[in-house]
């Protein structure tokens, strides 16, 4: 039905390998294999869906031995694709529990914990948020207390605000933690450690030779950890929306409604403005952030090799970056998927379509792994230390280089006021445009921040009556990398067809921003009515130039159906069929008249 | 502690006996969390006014408490167990409230229009069945039925005798009624109609209530007589025996399957192959069949049209209004119970609600439901002054208006309570992503309402038709209705505020929505009116306007929700304590929609860079001011604990000690567990040598 998916265009071919799908190996392992074919979890209760995770996820760990697969990454993929993509009971334990033994534990420790671990004979949590914390790890309240008489370590949730609440696989699952708690010994708060904690089955407290305490080589490993997982998050942001924008294009073709021309039959709803106007920025946005996704990872890497050797001068760049993006892309494709399952209407919101799943799996990364607005703060300090470190005559260097130009001048606030020259058309002056925003909002920040200093408010307080102006700095900041990453990546194109198509994807993507935050350009002086009218011109002229091609960008995605799950997104684009076949299997049809009727409606009616 | 205090007092005791019995640490430790307490002492306002404010006066005040008095001491109502059941269990639970709550009402002398099932409702929100059956079912068949219809139907149904769901959508069908393809042909040689569904796109799929309940079914097909087509009109059908409730023959019946939420109602779809129903059978308040098969119109066409605006007014309030509000209490009790960070080192973790960025999130929603409360009680009164002009004079002259006023309301109002619920739950960090904290089931209750009842877009786009229209009818001098005549106004060209607190004085804020809204339906005007003299054709010409019109309607509604607002405050200015915490509510919800929104109102220099930077001072401002009452406003909403069911959202405040006693009597912590002794235990014997 889809009239152009017969075959894969070659646009599509194209597209494809520019998208770096490095993960079609595991894919087909867990996809072909017979054991690991997967059942409809709609139609299970939640109590059968987690007997399914386990018993997937043991049989998991079989196939990783029996394909060898050791690299982390790729174990990850090969996990996801067994799990189609959703949580599983174990994420906590091979994600967490496992590296930080490798990370934190001594050799003996290794020894004793990490084979049995592996071979999945001990199952362990990571215990770090407490039911009255979160983000704010100084303020968990759980203790380890050594008592040097007996070489143990006494663990206690003392409050009702310290009883450990979240750790995933923990409620039924682990036999082991790692728990993270405030150590005391001789006396003093020695801060934030990891214990490993036997919690279903006897055993006893970890000893460790005295009580004098031992500083960790490096706090900033911790930190390679986090900003690995924020990293993470952009990638899955992208992947989520993908998967969302796969869904709602391709049934957005099927799908007939209404009529454009009297008379005429009714027309695809992707044939309608608003419906592209819907779709279509979204679907740029899931190619922007794949490169951003894809950027972060290989910056991580990179920085995890400088790390290794000793350099640790990059990890606060990379740090605000990944904290800041991991905020701004969740936040973004979560709202996109809500977007585009609203956009399939009111089948939508049946879980045939595979939405509701996506949303409802993918938007708690806007609350876990650094809450987003802490996030986005994070990043405004980054910004806002850079800042006055520019005003101080230090030079940058990084995403945040662009600041030194604004200190440059003398008056910053009159450097927009200057009409700037900009060429709606060109993506490079547009990601100039978007530089000239953020930079105008750091500074309007800092100039707020000075004026609450001024008004006798110590520091603490100024941030906070600040903060506000802080995450739409940050937020300005971001979007600007993006629209800079995006452009960055044209110029690695040498095929033509290819820089074409996704040349109209940045561009479509620089302007909708442009068009969404109009106010921020108007506000700095970088662009004036004319620009906008025209911005808001050519977003629309540019739906139309991307329509022919709507089907072909998103099956470049190349999502098996297997893993979208969506009877709305499938391929064949045979969607009324499927959702009906779907239907019967509803556990209220097992039976013609279900006993709630003899129950409570048959009294009722036996008096007619 | 004014009225509320006391009655709030006995709703959560029920929940702190429950506290009493944790053990050692983690006990309750007095009445109420001394963190909420001082937020109560002195909310500046005489609060129980406010809370006879929202109600509609002290009287419905008394009444509505009545009946939460009502539902909260009756255990089939408690909701305590509802997060950790299956969806059959869901449906069922929801089926035995519904009828359990029509015994009551026939017990204590409810009527069926009066306040009291309102108000029971808007306490048990979505948690009853046969909603379509009492809210579009029987309302159809009273708009669009016959006195001697009406007199048949309508009391079988209130007795639950009948239950009855309304077909309309179609698996490949929705809000575009013309596109249906169910038929009703008739017969005049057995005078009876013919029903089919003759493909898989025209199967009536969604339904509420038919799926497992429903014995009869108001469906709406495409009448042919005399082999033509007579377009959409309704018929009573009955599709489940009365002695068995099995299907009828000819008549396949479901459900639909799994959703995001909404799983007590068995949506359902619907397969008609020729089945036969009598000719009395269609609903012919306007329009009738004779027996030898002419079709005659007795009046006019759009009148079908007065039902769907009626059920669509009513959501507005109890499906979207409701969750928002709700949604805003528990945030915002959670807020000053939960401490995170530090604001001053060296002193204890701050509220989060004194975080500026938590300010940001929430006061906006908790002045938005304030909006959409005043604006939906308008909106039905409108509603009613029409219903009334048509059944009384036959005068239909005000639906075209009214239509466009709830399609564009509906519209917004959805779209912003949904975003709002969502912006609550996430303001709660990880705790809100748990169902005890009652905010992920308002969200997927109050985002259904997005897409039915008219999707969206295309109602944005019915308001935009109706506004291009009275364009047109100003070129002709024609006058045009009262919630319009503004487009006759002059506009200004400049925002005439000159400091902060003038940003504080609505008809400046009142005065740029309305600036805006003028230019962006002018504008969206000029640009169809353009395309069409370039020689555009019509269709073509309204599609490529059509994201500039949604975004006219969009600014239109929001002019006039802002507008209505400040006209509620006007009429308070015997009650000045109230009027002036609704005022800050007012000035709070308008600056912050002009602060979101900002490159409209910059655009065409009506409001200058100064002057922005001005007005966000001044929203700042009104944050601080705000925060210092948020918990007596919220406490006004006045909702009861149970029915709140949220484990952070108590009016005590103690949120971690009901979330952990709560998930003491999770059934999933109530057994052992199959998974572990089926797929672990071999694995974790072998390491107990080891260890």
Known sequence: MLGNQKQKSKLQIKLQQFLFLFHKDQEALALNDPELQHEDLNFLSRSERYDVAVKKSALMVRKIREHAISNPEEIMWFKSYVHRGRPEPLDLHLGMFLPTILNQATPEQQDRFFMPAWNLQIIGTYAQTEMGHGSFIRGLETTATYDPSTQEFVLNSPTVTSIKWWPGGLGKTSNHAIVLAQLYTQGQCKGLHAFIVPIRRMGTHEPLPDGTYMKPPSDKLTYGTMVFIRSMIVGDSARALSQACTIAIRYSAVRHQSELKPGDPEPQILDYQTQQYKLFPLLVTAYAFRFVGNFMRETYHRITGDMNDGDYSQLPELHALSAGLKAFTSWVASAGIEECRMACGGHGYSRSSGLPDIYVTFSPSCTYEGENTVMMLQTARYLFKSYTQAKSGQKLVGTVSYLNDLCSHIQPQQVASQPMVVDINDISSLVEAYQLRAANLVEAAARNYRMELGRRKNKEEAWNSTSIDLVRASGAHCHYVVVKLFAAKLSEITDTAIHDVLSTLCLMYALYGISKNSGDFLHAGILNDLHISHVHQRVKELLAVIRPNAVALVDAFDYPDAVLASVLGRYDGNVYEHMFEWAKRSPLNKTEVHQSFYKYLKPLQSKL | ?691
Request: charged share 20%; aromatic share 8%.
């Open chain 2, 1 to 691: 502690m004014p009225g509320t205090g006391h009655c709030r007092a006995c709703s959560w005791r029920g929940m702190a006996a429950v506290g009493a019995a944790a053990k050692g640490p983690y006990k309750v430790q007095s009445a109420i969390n001394p963190d909420i307490a001082s937020e109560r002492t002195a909310p500046g306002f005489p609060l129980e006014k406010l809370v006879n404010l929202l109600d509609g006066g002290a009287e419905r005040t008394r009444i509505r408490r009545a009946v939460e008095h009502v539902v909260n001491g009756d255990t089939v109502f408690s909701r305590e167990n509802e997060y950790f059941l299956t969806p059959t269990e869901q449906y069922e639970l929801a089926v035995k409230r519904a009828v359990h709550l029509w015994q009551k009402m026939k017990e204590l002398g409810w009527m069926d229009d009066g306040p009291e099932l309102q108000f029971a409702y808007r306490i048990m929100g979505g948690n009853l069945a046969f909603g379509v059956h009492n809210g579009v079912f029987i309302p159809t068949i009273t708009e669009l039925g016959t006195d001697a219809q009406i007199a048949k139907w309508v009391p079988l149904a209130k007795d639950y005798q009948i239950i009855g769901t309304y077909a309309q959508t179609e698996l490949g069908h929705g809000t575009y009624l013309r596109g249906l393809e169910t038929t009703a042909s008739f017969d005049p040689s057995n005078q009876d109609f013919i029903l089919n569904t003759p493909k898989p796109s025209s199967i009536k799929w969604w339904p509420g209530d038919l799926g497992r309940s429903a014995n009869h079914a108001v469906v709406l097909a495409q009448l042919y007589t005399q082999e033509k087509c007579h377009g959409m009109h309704a018929f009573i059908v009955q599709i489940r025996s009365l002695l068995d409730h099995s299907a009828l023959p000819g008549v396949k019946i479901g459900d639909i399957g799994p959703k995001m939420a909404f799983e007590h109602v068995d949506n359902g779809y619907l397969i008609l192959q020729n089945v036969r129903i009598p000719k009395e059978n269609m609903l012919n308040r306007h329009s009738e069949v004779t027996s030898d098969g002419r079709y005659i119109k007795k009046s006019f066409d759009k009148i079908n049209y007065i039902a769907m605006v009626l059920t669509r007014v009513k959501v507005i309030a109890s499906e979207m209004v409701i969750p928002l509000s709700k949604a805003c209490v528990i945030a915002l009790r959670y807020s000053v119970v939960r401490r995170q960070s530090e604001l001053k080192p060296g002193e204890m973790e701050a509220k989060i609600l004194d975080y500026q960025t938590q300010q940001q999130k929430l006061l906006p929603q908790l002045a938005t439901t304030f909006a959409f409360h005043f604006m939906s009680s308008s909106l039905e009164t409108f509603c009613n002054q029409v219903k009334v002009q048509i059944k009384s004079k036959g005068d239909a002259s005000s639906l075209p208006e009214l239509h466009a006023l709830s399609a564009g309301l509906k519209a917004l109002i959805s779209d912003a309570c949904s975003a709002g619920v969502e912006v609550c739950r996430r303001a709660c960090g990880g705790h809100g992503y748990s169902k005890l904290s009652g905010l992920p089931s308002l969200y997927t209750w109050v985002v259904a309402s997005c897409t039915y009842e008219g999707e969206n877009t295309v109602l944005q786009l019915q308001t935009a038709r109706f506004l291009i229209k009275c364009l047109n009818k100003i070129d002709c001098g024609e006058p045009l209705p009262q919630s319009v005549s503004y487009l006759y106004e002059p506009v200004t060209s400049h925002c005439s505020a000159k400091e902060k607190s003038d940003f504080l004085k609505p008809f400046i804020y009142i005065e740029s929505y309305k600036h805006r809204a003028h230019r962006l339906i002018k504008d969206a005007g000029i640009k169809l009116q353009s395309l069409l003299q370039s020689g555009v054709e019509q269709h073509v010409a309204w599609n490529s306007t059509s994201v500039q019109l949604a975004r006219a309607a969009v600014a239109h509604c929001h002019y006039i929700v802002v507008k209505n607002f400040v006209e509620t405050l006007e009429k308070l200015k015997f009650e000045p304590e109230i009027q002036q915490v609704v005022k800050m509510l007012c000035d709070l919800y308008a600056l912050t929609g002009i602060l979101d929104t900002t490159g409209d109102f910059l655009y065409d220099g009506y409001l200058t860079g100064k002057q922005l930077d001005l007005m966000t001072t001044s929203q700042q401002r009104l944050l601080s001011l705000v925060r210092k009452k948020a918990i007596s406003i919220a406490d006004a909403l006045d909702y009861p604990d149970k029915q709140l069911n949220s484990a952070i959202g108590n009016y005590d405040g103690y949120v971690y000690q009901r979330l952990f006693e709560w998930v003491q009597k999770a059934p999933t912590n109530a057994k052992v567990n199959p998974a572990y002794e089926k797929y672990l235990k071999p694995r974790f014997r072998l390491a107990q040598s080891k260890l």
